[in-house]
RNA sequence: GUCCCCUUCGUCUAGCCUGGCCCAGGACACCGCCCUUUCACGGCGGCGACACCGGUUCAAAUCCGGUAGGGGACGCCA
């Protein structure tokens, strides 16, 4: 006897499939083994001990932009494969040929990069399958674990129109699952012959246990008139091969997984754990839709949102750890697991993002968030060239803003000087007081060297000292002068920012306006 | 219609498995006060929930049953 036949025949022992070459393992308790041959020429059992080897995948269809939904269950995924040294993979669904496009493929890619999701095997795409999964499919025609239905479109949907009306679940019938005659000439479909009677059940790990009667479940069709496999076919055969151990996805699979766990039965190959997460609504508390605002994860980018915030507010939408609120990408890492994930559909809260998104600011590295808001500041016209120093502009903006967007909004005075004046702001000083403020700011500013904020707001003290000022009455007028308006960072931060050149031009300026009335 | 799932402050949630420490804790938002030259930051305080009904128990947010509401699925989409 053979190596090989012995071997085999070890195998035998075990459940293997497929008997050809590709997927050829077997189970020895909680471990997967397959032959393989060693460095002497001779065949051995390899183990590949994949069942406590973390797997993972998230497998978007590329039929839209990364959405906030998909990128949540991305990063779940990938907290866990990071927080148990496992392996998280990306795969491309797109065996919907029509509906699948190069760009989406790239959207998504690009929302996932930005986020920081890095994935350690693929991006894989269905679509380079084809020939495995029609293996496949005629491995289980071969077994009489699938048979070929001739049933027309227009006949399904006749049937299943009736069967709403009347009340019954508008399930396949059946028709071909007995039929003995063959017309390959005809159009088919493929159909996976499924149990009937009893149950199929499993342990959500999310969710607990879920089972569904196997009355409820048809014969659903693996291959389509055109030779192309349907998704939970594809699905069960890509997560078999690729090994996955845990499949996290949304829960609006649910309803699929029993009829995916048949097929793994059927196909002998071993059924993953599931983590079913729950949706993610909008206000209304309908289904996150376009129509609730922004969905797509660059979108958030381009509002000028930071990515640990939205990985910080997408990982407490639904998990938790006590009562922590802030998350730094190692804090999620080592905290994260699936056991903290809640069942139940969560609401999703912009005010709540933008609160995390000021404290990332807030605390961010000045310098990176200067180049992270050159973008925003240029959609606005504006250069920095010439003016003062943007990582002296950010630093008087950070506790002020919520987001990049709005950051570059009141960051946009410091390179154009106002051309008006908040006008009903003036209105509330004399005109005199207003003009002698000026001066006297003037002469103050030009007599000193520029010291720190401090300094400068002493020098503003002094100002109000000599002339009998209280600190609104100079302060608010200058703020309006330096910034056209009265929001803006304090006086010693704007006029330290903007130089004392810039700062007694721009009093000047305002001297003129006043002048001018 | 049928099946599956879900239900703690407006929102995100802790607590639920292992009943008493919970007349339910934290966070966002909101309101008020303080700080303050504006806007913010920050500090302090307030408002505010166990969907409902019944059962088990000395004791229930926690266990059991039912009801209601919500969501999802039912495709030659994924």
Redesign the pocket.
């Known amino acids: 006897m053979s190596i090989l036949a012995r071997w085999s025949k070890v195998l035998s022992k075990f459940k293997v499939y497929p008997p050809g070459k590709k997927c050829f393992w077997g189970e020895v308790g909680n471990a997967i083994v397959a032959p393989q041959k060693n460095t002497a020429g001779s065949a051995q059992l390899k183990e590949l001990r994949y069942m406590s080897e973390l797997r993972v995948r998230f497998a978007p ?1 590329p039929t839209g932009y990364l959405h906030v939904g998909g990128a949540r269950t991305a990063l779940f995924n990938w907290l866990l494969a990071k927080n148990r040294g496992g392996t998280f993979i990306l795969r491309i ?1 797109d ?2 040929v029509e ?1 699948s496009t190069k760009e989406s493929v790239e959207a998504i890619l690009e929302g996932m990069k930005w986020l920081g999701m890095d994935w350690d095997e693929g991006p894989f795409y269905q679509s380079d399958s084809f020939p495995l999964y029609k293996e496949y499919v005629q491995k289980l025609l071969d077994a009489g674990k699938a048979y070929k239905c001739y ?3 227009d006949e ?1 949907d006749a049937k ?1 129109a009736l069967a ?1 009306e009347e ?5 396949y019938d059946g028709t071909c699952r007995e039929r003995s005659g063959q017309c390959d000439e005809q ?1 088919y ?1 493929v159909r996976f012959r499924a149990p009937q009677g009893g149950v199929t059940a499993f342990d959500d790990l999310i ?2 246990t ?4 196997n009355e ?1 479940l048809d014969d659903l ?1 693996i291959q ?3 030779g192309t496999p ?3 076919f594809c699905v069960v055969i890509d997560d078999a091969s690729m090994r996955i151990t845990i499949v996290i996805r949304g ?6 997984t029993p009829r995916q766990i048949q097929l793994y039965e059927a196909l002998g190959f071993p059924v993953p754990q599931f983590a079913h997460v729950p ?1 993610i ?1 909008g206000a209304d ?3 996150l839709s376009k129509r609730h605002g922004a969905t797509s994860v660059i979108a958030y980018r381009d509002m000028g949102f930071l990515p640990e915030a939205l990985n910080n507010y997408l990982v ?3 998990w ?1 750890n ?2 922590d ?1 802030i998350f730094s990408r190692e804090e999620m890492i080592s905290k994260f697991d699936i056991s ?1 994930v ?6 999703f ?1 912009t ?2 993002l ?2 995390l998104n ?1 404290h990332y600011i ?1 605390n961010g590295d000045t310098q990176r968030l200067a180049g992270l808001l050159l973008p925003h500041l240029s959609r606005r016209g504006v250069t920095t060239l010439g003016g003062p120093d943007l990582m002296a502009v950010v630093k008087t903006l950070q ?2 803003a919520q987001t990049l967007e709005e950051m570059a909004e009141r960051a946009v005075f410091y390179y154009n000087a106002p051309v008006s004046y908040d006008e009903a702001a003036l209105a509330k000083f004399d005109k005199e007081l207003l003009q002698a403020v000026c001066t006297a700011v003037t002469e103050k500013l030009s007599s000193a060297p520029l010291g720190d904020i401090a300094a400068i ?1 002493a020098l ?1 003290k002094e100002v109000c000292a000599e002339n009998g000022w209280k ?2 009455q100079v ?2 007028p200058t ?1 309006i002068a330096l910034s056209g308006g ?7 931060e704007i006029v330290l920012t903007l130089g004392v050149e810039e700062t007694l031009r721009r009093i000047q300026k305002m001297k003129e306006h006043l002048a001018a009335k």
């Open positions: 269809s669904e065996t919907d509906r049933c027309t479109t399904l299943r709403m009340g019954r679940k508008p399930k159009p479909v969710k607990g879920i089972t569904f009667p409820e069709i389509r008139t055109d349907t998704y939970n829960d609006d699979h649910v309803n699929n949706m609504l508390k309908a289904r407490r939408l639904g938790s006590g009562d609120e903290n809640g069942r139940s559909p969560s609401v809260n005010e709540k933008l609160w000021a807030k506790e002020r707001d503003f600190m609104g302060g608010q703020r009265t929001q803006a960072p304090g006086i010693g």
